[in-house]
């Protein structure tokens, strides 16, 4: 694409439809006139005399908690200069869009057109009730200085300018790292930084707050080394002049070990990088264009560790790691200020998140297969979801811990909840579950171990002790995998059924015992066992595995055929049944049956229900079933609707423990005020269902399928219900996290099986018969 294309892209992007990036959406109802009362004249009234009466309360009632200003004159933007606060407001909105999607922060973006400090601070100062929280942006040096101490002595809330400290703690949290992988010590390291502005500043006095020497960095401006004898020094640099006989950048990078770049492009050359001491660390962090190309700089040193500020390259020094989450987390204690607590807080979580396993969200946003901590990887991606719980936490933390919030957080593990319900990844139930599975994991046979998805998920359900991982296939295959793929599997049984001819013999044995008399010779039994499917439910069928995982590359039929054959059916349960946990921004919904029966009769439709209701009480939710239909009690006559109520009587006369009302459209079954209003008579009438049983296999599928794709839920499942012991089927395709999430689902499955079967023998069911006297 040329430039030319480029630049109307942009300018398109911008112009069309609404102009700009950003608008204001009301929170609260506003259809009805009762509505309009309330949030205007008179109801906004008591809101009004309410904050009167205490200030604070304009957290309670208003969006002052959640806002932040982002304020510019538009004297430094982003490498286009002193363009002016009109022309960067375009950029302001971005960042008040980053904000929101990243943080679930509001902003309102304010330019202003002065270039006198005092101006600009008063303007800012008597906007302190508005807003929650100061964002600086795009000031020039040494007003940017000036400007935030001011601000920071007279606000009474976070004010922060991103420009500095947003590069400065990314910056950090990769040196940190960095120097861990090129056995460096902090306060060891010499720094050569080349640029003096705010970012250079800023960075330069965090890293001594980390622990570098300020006699260990040397800093290069226009002119070259900023010594302390130069004339006209202002204050400023002055605080990182050097009284070494250095006078450029070529000198001061000679043994030097890490390069900091806050400058320009192409500034340092290959000589100079050569010059450097043994495994450099070097930070070119210059936009668009680094001060040495990524190119040149891995070919002249295989030792470096390199950094940008680029997206194209590993390793990019990214504002966006760090300031949407410094904010939320000092946003949710209220606190006063931006501190060095805080940042230095900021730092080690983002450090501590590049060592931790990378989801595979983040895997497959940048085309990689397995991203690990290393010299390409020395920081997170901006995709990590991950980033918002952990950074917001200990800037949260630290913020209460530091004497600066006025708000204390007693429930950390409902913090971590509310902010993964901000971005919609209220997963609380998977995170229970996981704390259930690791408290006793089981050993899971994966039956299609030659998959990279499944050694994967293998090996983060075993880095978590969510299960003990038995990898089923060619061992040669899977072992090429794991070592192409650099995944840490070690110590992790594989079991190759070709080569295991005294288990085959065995299970083929107990299949052909069972299936004799319907079909299967004994020649047909072990041809199954070298069939994974085959040999997996055996696997767990005589104990030698507590559960199996299979299903993602062939298709339902063919993988739930052998688990039924072998393992069977559950004592009392006439068949199986799949179901699906939709994780909604609603919370949980549980969908059945979605894969098995195709059109199930009403009886049939009843054993499905009490199979539901069972798994449903087993993730400790209390079960409210809605039998769906095209039809609401009666209101439309067909098979369909007849079919659900027949399964509705049956079910209120012979199981009126089970909370589950039908016929009824899908609507009213998650709609409890239209329930009310309409069938007030009805059993889900105070609140909305939460498990939903379709009348054939076709709705239930179409259903999920769509939910899945329009309304953003995330799909748990297939899981199967019915079986004697645990056997779960993920879908064709499934990713990384849906694997790992059934593998949750199976370890939990496995416990309460064992723990229903010792209940079964205390009950006396297995006891052995005592010998007459």
Not at 31 to 36: A, F, I, M, P, T
Not at 285 to 314: C, F, H, Q, V, W
Request: some cysteine; aromatic content about 6%; charged content about 25%.
């Amino acid at each position: 694409m040329s430039k030319t294309n480029r630049k109307q892209d942009a300018l398109d992007y911008h112009s069309q439809g609404r102009p700009g990036k950003i608008q204001v959406i009301p929170t609260k109802p506003t259809q009805s006139q009762r509505d309009l009362t309330l949030a205007y004249s008179p109801g906004v009234a008591e809101p009004c005399l309410q904050i009167a009466d205490n200030k604070e309360d304009v957290y309670k009632y208003t969006a002052k908690g959640n806002l932040v200003a982002v304020i510019s004159n538009g004297t430094a933007v982003l490498g286009l200069g002193n363009i002016g606060p009109e022309a960067g407001k375009p950029v302001m909105e971005g960042k008040g869009l980053l904000f929101k999607i990243f943080a679930d922060i509001d902003v309102f973006d304010l330019e202003l057109d002065t270039t006198n400090v005092d101006d600009f601070v008063k303007i800012v100062k008597a906007l302190e009730p508005t807003f929650g929280g100061v964002n600086l942006e795009d000031i020039k040096a040494p007003e940017c200085f000036e400007i935030e101490r001011r601000l920071k002595e007279e606000m009474n809330i976070p004010v922060m300018h991103d420009d500095q400290h947003g590069t400065a703690i990314i910056s950090a949290a990769a040196l940190i790292n960095a120097c861990e992988l090129q056995k460096k010590k902090l306060d060891k390291v010499k720094i050569v930084v080349n640029g003096a502005g705010a970012a250079a500043i800023s960075c330069s006095r965090l890293y001594v707050s980390m622990g570098a020497r300020k006699e260990n960095i040397v800093m290069c401006d226009r002119t070259g080394v900023i010594r302390t004898d130069r004339s006209n020094l202002d204050p400023i640099k002055a605080e990182f002049a050097t009284s070494r006989d250095l006078n450029s950048l070529e000198e001061a990078m000679q043994g030097a070990d890490v390069f900091i770049g806050l400058s320009s492009a192409n500034c340092v050359s290959a000589e100079m990088l050569a010059s450097m001491a043994k495994n450099p660390i070097v930070f070119a962090m210059a936009n668009p264009d680094p001060e040495i190309a990524y190119e040149l700089a891995i070919a002249t040193r295989k030792d470096i560790i390199m950094a940008t500020g680029r997206s194209d390259y590993p390793n990019q020094v990214n504002n966006v790691l760090g300031f949407p989450y410094i904010f939320r987390g000092a946003l949710d204690v209220r606190a006063t200020a931006i501190n060095e607590e805080m940042k230095i807080a900021a730092v080690k979580a983002i450090a501590a998140l590049a060592k931790e396993s990378v989801p595979e969200a983040v895997n497959m946003a940048y085309n990689a297969k397995n991203l690990k901590f290393g010299k390409d990887y020395i920081i997170p991606k901006p995709v990590d979801l991950r980033l918002m719980t952990n950074v917001s936490t200990a800037v949260a933390r630290a913020a209460i811990e530091s004497g600066v919030a006025r708000k204390v957080i007693a429930d950390w593990d409902a913090y971590t909840e509310e902010l993964n319900r901000r971005l919609g990844l209220d997963d609380a139930i998977m995170r229970k579950l996981t704390l259930k599975a690791r408290s006793a994991p089981k050993k899971v046979v994966f039956a299609e171990a030659d998959e990279y998805r499944i050694l994967k998920a293998a090996q983060i359900v075993k880095d978590e002790n969510i299960a003990i991982p038995v990898l089923l296939g060619n061992r040669e295959k899977i072992e090429q995998i794991i070592a192409d793929s650099a995944l840490d599997l070690e110590g992790v049984e594989i079991v190759d059924q070709m080569l295991d001819t005294e288990r085959v013999k065995r299970y083929a044995d107990a299949l052909y015992k069972k299936r004799q008399r319907k079909g299967v010779s004994l020649n047909d039994a072990v041809k199954f066992m070298r069939d994974r499917n085959y040999f997996g439910a055996s696997m767990v069928e005589f104990g030698d595995a507590d559960a199996m995982i299979s299903g993602l590359t062939k298709n339902y039929a063919a993988t739930i055929k052998p688990a039924l054959q072998i393992i069977g059916t559950e004592e009392g349960v006439n068949r199986v049944a799949g179901m699906y946990m939709m994780m909604t921004k609603k919370g949980p919904v549980f969908f059945g049956d979605t894969t098995v029966n195709v059109n199930p009769t009403a009886e049939e439709l009843v054993d499905i229900t009490l199979m539901l209701d069972e798994s449903v009480k087993k993730f400790n939710i209390k079960p409210r079933i809605a039998l769906l239909s095209y039809s609401n009690f009666g209101s439309n006559e067909g098979a369909v609707p007849e079919k659900m109520r027949k399964t509705a009587s049956i079910l209120h006369e012979q199981h009126p423990e089970v909370l589950v009302d039908g016929e009824m459209q899908g609507n009213f079954a998650i709609n409890s005020e239209m329930m009310k209003e309409n069938f007030p008579f009805s059993a889900l009438a105070d609140a909305p269902a939460n498990t939903l049983v379709f009348p054939n296999l076709e709705s239930g599928n179409i259903a999920y399928k769509l939910l899945q794709e329009l309304g953003g839920a995330e799909a748990v499942g297939p899981i199967l219900l019915g079986l004697k012991k645990p056997v779960h089927i993920v879908q064709l395709g499934s990713s990384v996290r849906e694997i790992v999430n059934m593998v949750t689902i199976a370890v939990v499955d496995a416990q309460a099986k064992e723990a229903a079967g010792e209940a079964r023998k205390k009950g006396g069911l297995f006891k052995k018969p005592t010998k007459k006297a």
